[in-house]
């Protein structure tokens, strides 16, 4: 993380796009649309995560990670988000309905539904930011989809190895035990 500055922090929050999707791309200040796997397009009209000290190649297998590498490396922000295309925080001042996995479903991610859920507040999203340190979705219980734990969905995905996840997990603990 860069020193902070004076005045307004500098926050970067990433929303990862896929290889050929066609989706709506929210670009301001604070939200920055990166191609995820762009090492595998010639042109590229979204910020590649191939440029600069990068792991696109490896996308196949680690998805939005590869975003995650490449603003680690090159981007200087004193907050980083990360987010996916079709999966956004809401920075909402309200309560919304929302499926089994917590989702609030749009059929489309439009102007009007990135107005709904608060992220075209700069404003907002910048107080919102600045007062935590760490942002997540809210929790979701997955025993209604029939899963036990987050470590038991990991270790049943196909292409997902299960040593990766206990590892990520030993680095927390050894960082921050708090």
Not at 64 to 74: G, M, P, V
Not at 164 to 178: H, R, S
Request: charged share 30%; proline share 3%; hydrophobic share 35%.
């Amino acid at each position: 993380m860069s020193e902070k500055t004076a005045g307004t922090p500098k926050i970067k929050i990433f929303a990862t796009h896929t290889v050929g999707s066609n989706n709506y791309v929210l670009r301001n200040d604070i939200f920055e649309a990166v191609r995820g796997g762009a090492c595998r397009e010639e042109t590229h009209t979204l910020q590649p995560d191939c440029t600069g000290e990068n792991i696109s190649e490896k996308n196949p297998c680690y998805c939005e990670l590869t975003t995650q590498y490449w603003a680690w490396k090159n981007v200087d922000a004193d907050y980083y988000g990360f987010i996916h295309y079709r999966r956004m925080l809401s920075f909402a001042d309200r309560e919304f309905g929302t499926d089994l996995w917590g989702n609030v479903r749009y059929e489309y991610l439009t102007e009007r539904a990135l107005k709904e859920i608060g992220v075209l507040d700069e404003d907002r999203v910048r107080e919102i930011v600045s007062q935590y340190d760490v942002l997540t979705p809210t929790q979701v219980d997955l025993r209604k989809a029939g899963i036990q734990s987050v470590h038991e969905q990991y270790a049943g995905a196909p292409r997902l190895h299960i040593e990766d996840l206990d590892l990520m997990l030993e680095i927390i603990k050894d960082c921050t035990p708090a």
